[in-house]
T-cell receptor
């Protein structure tokens, strides 16, 4: 039973560039969320996708966008990269959106912006 | 708004001893879930234990137990018989019931646990 998988594991980009991160949810899960974790901080919610639509969004600018595909996999896109976007990006999946459903996380993509 | 507070940036515990990691929370949701995650240096967030706000008993999962005191809004994690492999960052988190708060986990700043020989 495959867990949440993310690619790539590491990425180095230059300011102003665009990046796409990918996530496959745990088998049987239909809801995908993305989190940004800056060094030494707890993860911060970016947005959640369910039924191929963005259902909820955290306090992140429009430079952060996403997509969910019919097979429930998801992409996170960040445009016009800033140095401050350097972080670990975590994808999480769950079976539903109830408050008692634990999120299962992937290993993350570590993005460095130079 | 939801808020999680973890006041211990770092903790040390000797192998085979028990340790308590503190977590307090604040929310206006009448129903919510509390979670603890472990994050080793590899980066993956590993789900440890869940406590529902209306659960009558404290949650337990193997060596992990959650000391839930609703009136005090605290949800401390107790790890018994610590092992060297328990060395990691530990995050307390919560989800609400309402549309806006059920979609996301709100995390604390974490506690770094170091298990020593």
């Amino acid at each position: 039973d495959a867990g949440v998988t993310q690619s790539p594991t590491h990425l180095i980009k230059t300011r102003g560039q665009q990046v796409t991160l990918r996530c496959s949810p745990k088998s049987g899960h239909d809801t995908v969320s993305w989190y940004q974790q800056a060094l030494g901080q707890g993860p911060q919610f970016i947005f959640q996708y369910y039924e191929e639509e963005e259902r909820q969004r955290g306090n992140f600018p429009d430079r952060f966008s996403g997509h969910q595909f019919p097979n429930y996999s998801s992409e996170l896109n960040v445009n016009a990269l800033l140095l401050g976007d350097s972080a670990l990006y975590l994808c999480a999946s769950s079976l539903d959106r109830g408050h008692n459903s634990p999120l299962h996380f992937g290993n993350g993509t570590r993005l460095t912006v130079t | 708004a939801q808020k999680i507070t973890q006041t211990q940036p770092g903790m040390f515990v000797q192998e085979k001893e028990a340790v308590t990691l503190d977590c307090t929370y604040d929310t206006s949701d009448p129903s919510y879930g509390l979670f603890w995650y472990k994050q080793p240096s590899s980066g993956e967030m590993i789900f440890l234990i869940y406590q529902g706000s209306y659960d009558q008993q404290n949650a337990t999962e193997g060596r992990y137990s959650l000391n839930f005191q609703k009136a005090r809004k605290s949800a401390n994690l107790v790890i018994s018989a610590s092992q060297l492999g328990d060395s990691a960052m530990y995050f307390c988190a919560m989800r609400g019931r309402d549309t806006g708060t059920a979609s996301k986990l709100t995390f604390g700043t974490g506690t770094r646990l170091q298990v020593t020989l």
